[in-house]
């Protein structure tokens, strides 16, 4: 009979106490120990331990080393080469994260907040795949006719698409008569069916896809050597129970024990595993850490809940890179891809106004020109804010400081808020020089020239620094349209078809930015309409002419005739 013996391990971190405490000193968290038993000693007689086991291969061994045998590992020269085929999931933006397509017999973890698309992702992608290969789709939150219902919804919005597309491709021009028809009556609109009296795409897709709503994981493991899909999908994770385990579906051991067991099935089959798995309130995957080396790839689904786009992260992947993207949309009938997301991010260019810039943001592999927009206004109280959208906030402070120290920009009685547009998180270095600009535009009150693009690294010297990646930035620079790019001093790019204008400090792309005479929208071929008399004289950067005070108007005759000529201009420097 075996011994046992009683530990405690916590729901959140999986940090393990020989004793129960209210609060996690590992995570911090209150009431998050759950009692777990396991045997110490084996019926079998075999080590408990690793250091026992060791013990006993040393006893009786002589002291001289002796050559070598091995008795399970081989060369690599005796493993046979496989050729791995990647197979399309239906959706581009999906491929792209995975690294191509998705491989046979490979584990992807997908977290998310609650209600951002997981399940939409999963079953669409699940009825691309059902037309050729055979689908298991595991249910364990939702009812199988909960699953029909949304299944039916998302199906019958990709027949809609696909006859669209046609129709386009065709020219037929029958979209109007397509749409009315729709509303009407089955009887009144009937569509082309076989020989069962079903749509030819959903018949296909049901004779592949099959559903299973169960929690137990014995009974999904029996499933699973039994079917023999393709592809199986656990939706999710936390609501898998194994009955031998004491503990509650979702606590660490559960969830550790369950993933375990599944991704041995998963190996043993060739069988490709998608499971969803609930976060935590700080936004990271609920459960043990070792979820996450267990999988081969994670995949991150985040987005505002005020923005109709979302975005699919790769933050761990074995057969591709990391920290890619994919951009989707959520509209009434599910996801659809954004082949373009940088119109996403990016603002009209038509319509200029101070305080914004564009970047060049690499997610991954993947160039994502966005616009960044600034805000700087006097501080009400005291103390002034700094508020950041998108942007690291302590990125911010320190290019604030950078401003004011190494170039002169009085910032420290300002208020100065700076966001993204579209709400994309924009951490890179990169970034650094399209936020100097934004907030050095936004103090001015002067236009940014919308065709230039600003690339580097900010550093506490005042220095612009170099940035990786630089030629696939002006790549995509140049596609949509952009004449000028200010990239950092020393990186020699292609000629792309961009102005580059060189700088080797945070004083000179000011400079090389901001407009300083009429003629310099018409040299970058932008007017937008305004004429010559729009601009502003340039900016003053003598510490001297430096004024801390916001309406104050300037004191010297010189600084005073420039003040009434630029009557609509706000000069604080």
């Not at 699953?147 to 021009?173: I, N, P, W, Y």
């Not at 809940?305 to 975005?311: E, G, Q, V």
């Not at 580097?456 to 790019?485: D, I, N, T």
């Not at 916001?550 to 005739?561: C, I, L, Q, V, Y």
């Amino acid at each position: 009979m075996a011994k046992s013996r009683t530990y405690y391990v916590c729901n959140e971190c999986g940090a393990e106490f020989p004793q129960y405490f209210g609060r996690c000193t590992n995570c911090g968290t209150w009431n998050s120990l759950s009692e777990t038993e396991t045997p110490t000693v084996l019926a079998s007689g075999r080590p408990v331990s690793a250091a026992a086991w060791n013990r006993d291969l040393k006893a009786g061994k002589p002291a001289e080393k002796s050559d070598g045998q091995p008795r399970a590992a081989v060369l690599l020269s005796q493993i046979a080469d496989a050729s791995v085929t990647r197979s399309p999931s239906g959706y581009g933006e999906l491929d792209r994260v995975l690294g191509g397509g998705i491989v046979p017999g490979s584990l992807v973890l997908i977290g998310g907040e609650p209600g951002i698309g997981k399940s939409t992702l999963l079953l669409q992608t699940a009825s691309q795949l059902a037309k050729s290969t055979r689908i298991l789709y595991v249910s364990a939150e939702e009812s199988g006719q909960q699953v029909k219902l949304r299944a039916q919804r998302l199906l019958a919005a990709t027949m809609d698409e696909e006859e669209e597309d046609s129709e386009s491709e065709s020219g037929s021009g029958k979209s109007l008569e397509r749409l009315e028809n729709h509303s009407q009556s089955a009887s009144d609109s009937p569509s082309p069916t076989d020989e069962t009296g079903k749509n030819p795409s959903a018949s296909e897709i049901e004779a592949n896809f099959f559903l299973l709503p169960e929690t137990d994981l014995e009974v999904i493991l029996r499933e699973l050597e039994s079917l023999k899909p393709d592809l199986a999908v656990i939706d999710s994770i936390q609501t898998i129970y194994f009955a031998s385990l004491t503990s509650a579906p979702g606590s660490v051991a559960q969830v550790r024990e369950c993933t375990s067991a599944l991704m041995q099935v998963a190996k043993r089959e060739n069988i490709t595993l998608f499971i969803v798995g609930h976060v935590t309130k700080d936004g990271s995957i609920a459960g043990p850490r070792v979820l996450e080396h267990l999988v081969d790839t994670v995949l991150f689904f985040e987005g505002d809940r005020f923005a109709s786009h979302r975005l699919l992260r790769s933050m761990k992947n074995r057969f591709g890179a990391t920290h890619e993207i994919g951009v989707f949309e959520m509209v009434s009938n599910g996801l659809r891809e954004v082949a373009n997301p940088s119109e996403l991010f990016l603002g009209s260019r038509d319509e200029t106004v101070s305080g914004t810039s564009t970047i060049v943001a690499c997610e991954g592999t993947r160039p994502i020109v966005v616009e960044l927009q600034a805000l700087v206004s006097p501080a009400s109280f005291g103390s002034p804010r700094r508020s950041a959208t998108g942007v690291d906030s302590s990125r911010l402070q320190q290019i604030l400081a950078v401003l004011e120290k190494r170039v002169g920009v009085p910032l420290s009685k300002l208020d100065t808020y700076v966001a993204s547009v579209g709400g994309i998180r924009v951490e890179e270095p990169a970034a650094d020089l399209g936020i100097a600009i934004a907030v050095v535009s936004g103090f001015r009150d002067r236009v940014v020239d919308p065709h230039t693009v600003l690339i580097g690294e900010v550093g506490l010297g005042g220095q612009v620094r170099q940035v990786s990646q630089l030629e696939l930035r002006l790549r995509e620079a140049a596609k949509l349209g952009f004449k000028r790019a200010i990239v950092p001093r020393g990186q020699n790019p292609p000629d792309l078809g961009l102005k580059l204008v060189p700088v080797a400090r945070v004083l000179d792309a000011i400079l090389e930015a901001i407009p300083s005479h009429p003629d310099v929208g018409e040299e970058n071929g932008n007017n937008n309409g305004s004429d010559g008399n729009d601009s502003v004289p340039p900016i003053v950067l003598d510490a001297e002419a430096i004024d801390d005070d916001w309406d104050e108007e300037p004191s010297d005759e010189a600084s005073a005739e420039s003040y009434d000529n630029n009557s609509a201009e706000t000069d604080l420097f």
